[in-house]
């Protein structure tokens, strides 16, 4: 159809990306799908191939990119963002944060698109207020191990609100607290795949220091509704997308032994650098100007989420990851 809306989604086959893609086809969009596969999975979006509104290009974004045709929106979601990713390849969470922020910028400016970023609550670093409230400025060390992901949004926003202010481009800013669902990669080190992979594994929890430090975790089908609802507004300024409900993460170890009947036992490792202290979105924004809040409660989203790791075969379950960053890291 020659009217659908066209919409170029960056890092597609990941986790957010691949759960966009399937909002967009929904509402009958024409979804350009990008992906440079370091850390996303063609998995993830296969079942949208045969569509003939869907089309994907493996591409990086921190090079120069072209795309044919009109282009109606675009949401650079393409980035590293689990802590033990961005530490592994550390150079390219900068560059897509920066040289592919700025090719996607241009692109937008060059096609008349709105552009929405994929910004972070890391963006606040280990925050000293609490909630955070989109007027904190946050607290980041910047050649700290989380400094190549944090300074990478951090500086996305300033890119996008220049393009938006010198050059009157439509731009859209959302500061995603942490997310779960299906499709997270079991081995990309983040707490909810790592304590469910080990519970399916049989192997003890891993808590991180003490396990007082909170997290607030939204549910992916939630995180899709207030970004497609922020996308559809004309709100330029940052927005938080998660949910409040905040746990400690020992708290949330527990949970997952209660959720998998697993026999395994807490064990407690060193705490990474810089891990923030405690995380918990203020959504007085986006409830004010969107109507948005969570549905969907940690028991349900946790279910959900069981069923699809439970869904995985053996070798998948097993599988240390299916990419190799050497590949991408220049000697
Ligand atoms: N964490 C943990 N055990 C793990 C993985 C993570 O205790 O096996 C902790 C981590 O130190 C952090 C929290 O869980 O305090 C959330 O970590 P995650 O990597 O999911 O995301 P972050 O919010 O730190 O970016």
Redesign the pocket.
Not at 118 to 137: F, K, L, M, N, R
């Given at each position: 159809m020659a009217d659908r809306k066209r919409i170029l989604i960056t890092g597609a086959a990941g986790f957010l990306g691949s759960h966009l893609c399937d909002r967009f086809i929904k509402e009958d969009y024409h979804v350009i799908a990008m992906d440079n596969l370091i850390t996303g999975r063609l998995k993830n979006i296969e079942h949208l191939f045969p569509l003939e509104n869907f089309e994907f290009y493996h591409h990086d974004v921190s090079k120069f990119i072209h795309v044919p045709g009109k282009l109606d929106y675009i949401l650079h979601f393409a980035s590293p963002a689990?802590?033990?990713d961005y530490l592994k390849i550390p150079i390219q969470t900068l560059k897509v944060g920066s040289l592919g922020i700025h090719n996607c910028l241009g692109l937008a400016k060059a096609k008349g698109a709105t552009l929405m970023i994929a910004s972070t609550?890391?963006v606040y670093g280990d925050p000293e207020v609490h909630p955070q409230s989109e007027d904190y400025w946050g607290h980041v060390n910047p050649i700290g191990p989380r400094g190549v992901y944090d300074e990478a949004k951090r500086f996305q926003e300033a890119m996008t609100m220049a393009y938006h202010t010198y050059h009157g481009l439509d731009t859209r800013i959302v500061r995603i607290f942490?997310t779960y669902g299906p499709r997270m990669r079991l081995n990309d080190?983040?707490?909810?795949p790592?304590?469910i992979g080990?519970a399916l594994r049989g192997e003890d929890?891993?808590?991180?220091?003490d396990?007082s430090?909170t997290?607030s975790f939204c549910y992916v089908d939630d995180l899709v509704e207030g970004i497609f609802r922020l996308l559809m507004s004309n709100y330029n300024l940052p927005v938080n997308i998660g949910n409040p409900d905040e746990i400690s993460?020992s708290d949330?170890?527990e949970e997952i032994i209660q959720l998998t009947g697993t026999t395994q036992k807490v064990i407690y490792?060193e705490?990474?650098v810089n891990?923030?202290k405690q995380?918990q979105p203020d959504i007085t924004r986006a409830k004010e100007l969107l109507g948005w809040e969570p549905k969907v409660g940690r028991a349900e989203g946790l279910k959900r989420t069981y069923a699809y790791f439970k869904s995985l075969t053996p070798e998948e379950l097993n599988e240390k990851d299916h990419y190799d960053f050497d590949k991408y890291i220049r000697k």
């Amino acid at each position: 159809m020659a009217d659908r809306k066209r919409i170029l989604i960056t890092g597609a086959a990941g986790f957010l990306g691949s759960h966009l893609c399937d909002r967009f086809i929904k509402e009958d969009y024409h979804v350009i799908a990008m992906d440079n596969l370091i850390t996303g999975r063609l998995k993830n979006i296969e079942h949208l191939f045969p569509l003939e509104n869907f089309e994907f290009y493996h591409h990086d974004v921190s090079k120069f990119i072209h795309v044919p045709g009109k282009l109606d929106y675009i949401l650079h979601f393409a980035s590293p963002a689990s802590p033990i990713d961005y530490l592994k390849i550390p150079i390219q969470t900068l560059k897509v944060g920066s040289l592919g922020i700025h090719n996607c910028l241009g692109l937008a400016k060059a096609k008349g698109a709105t552009l929405m970023i994929a910004s972070t609550s890391e963006v606040y670093g280990d925050p000293e207020v609490h909630p955070q409230s989109e007027d904190y400025w946050g607290h980041v060390n910047p050649i700290g191990p989380r400094g190549v992901y944090d300074e990478a949004k951090r500086f996305q926003e300033a890119m996008t609100m220049a393009y938006h202010t010198y050059h009157g481009l439509d731009t859209r800013i959302v500061r995603i607290f942490n997310t779960y669902g299906p499709r997270m990669r079991l081995n990309d080190g983040r707490v909810l795949p790592a304590f469910i992979g080990q519970a399916l594994r049989g192997e003890d929890l891993t808590v991180f220091g003490d396990g007082s430090q909170t997290r607030s975790f939204c549910y992916v089908d939630d995180l899709v509704e207030g970004i497609f609802r922020l996308l559809m507004s004309n709100y330029n300024l940052p927005v938080n997308i998660g949910n409040p409900d905040e746990i400690s993460i020992s708290d949330f170890a527990e949970e997952i032994i209660q959720l998998t009947g697993t026999t395994q036992k807490v064990i407690y490792q060193e705490l990474p650098v810089n891990d923030p202290k405690q995380r918990q979105p203020d959504i007085t924004r986006a409830k004010e100007l969107l109507g948005w809040e969570p549905k969907v409660g940690r028991a349900e989203g946790l279910k959900r989420t069981y069923a699809y790791f439970k869904s995985l075969t053996p070798e998948e379950l097993n599988e240390k990851d299916h990419y190799d960053f050497d590949k991408y890291i220049r000697k």
